[in-house]
């Protein structure tokens, strides 16, 4: 919690935070964000703790934290990278289960569904070639169901059935949502909470989640920005105040 005589730390800046601890210790690896708190928070641990991530464009440039060009990343190479377990992204999620099975493409029955999305995209070879994390800026229980309705993202219930070919790169090192952050460091491998932000408890949680989540005995809030990173935020990363669009409060 933020201390006395210090700015205190919107919603969206503590979720900027935890999402930007997604890369901690990850390496010189390829920082895929999707949104603009998972972008943020790339480009913060890039000027803080993890100085060697590489970030991109979105498509063949090695940009800086200001998005000036680095180096240009061919195709070749960028797919050398996803099929490698040498990328980490952050994607979205419209659904995602207890295991960490991911739905983008359909609510409903796939041959007809009630809604159309986005499609499985890349979900699939993502999740299995190299760690995904997931940013979802609405935590709710029509987001988080028991069951996907449409696997898109591998969770790791299914990548075990898979067998070693699916599981040599899958890891789902973090979720993180307006509400906390939860990883599945469990013996079955289900969702579990990690830490809360603050202002929000674990009741708060567990009624927004629509499955059983493992909640340990004393669950920590997440982490404080220090004055340096909300600087950082609010001066240089975002100053036009993108996160706070994605989150209220």
Not at 27 to 52: H, K
Not at 211 to 236: G, K, Q, S
Request: aromatic letters at 6%.
């Amino acid at each position: 919690m933020n201390t006395p005589g210090t700015v205190a730390a919107t919603r969206a800046e503590y979720c900027v935070i935890a999402c930007a601890e997604a890369w901690r210790g990850d390496g010189e690896v390829l920082a895929s964000p999707m949104g603009a708190v998972p972008s943020v928070g790339a480009r913060l641990a890039r000027l803080t703790f993890a100085p060697e991530l590489l970030l991109t464009d979105g498509e063949a440039t090695i940009v800086g934290p200001d998005g000036e060009a680095e180096g240009w990343l061919p195709y070749r190479k960028h797919l050398t990278l996803v099929t490698g377990g040498r990328r980490h992204v952050m994607m979205g999620a419209s659904q995602i289960d207890r295991f960490g099975n991911q739905n983008i493409s359909c609510i409903g029955d796939w041959e007809q569904p009630a809604r159309q999305l986005l499609g499985v995209r890349g979900a699939p070879v993502n999740t299995l070639n190299n760690p995904v994390s997931y940013w979802i800026p609405r935590h709710s229980p029509r987001v988080f169901v028991e069951r996907v309705d449409m696997v898109c993202g591998v969770g790791y219930d299914r990548a075990e059935a898979a067998g070693p070919s699916a599981t040599r790169f899958h890891r789902i090192p973090q979720v993180v949502s307006d509400l906390g952050v939860f990883d599945f460091a469990t013996p079955d491998r289900s969702m579990r909470l990690t830490s809360l932000h603050p202002g929000v408890t674990v009741e708060m949680v567990r009624e927004a989640t629509g499955f059983p989540l493992t909640v340990p005995a004393d669950v920590p809030y997440t982490r404080d920005p220090t004055p340096a990173e909300l600087a950082l935020i609010r001066e240089v990363i975002d100053p036009s105040g993108t996160r706070n669009r994605e989150v209220r409060g």
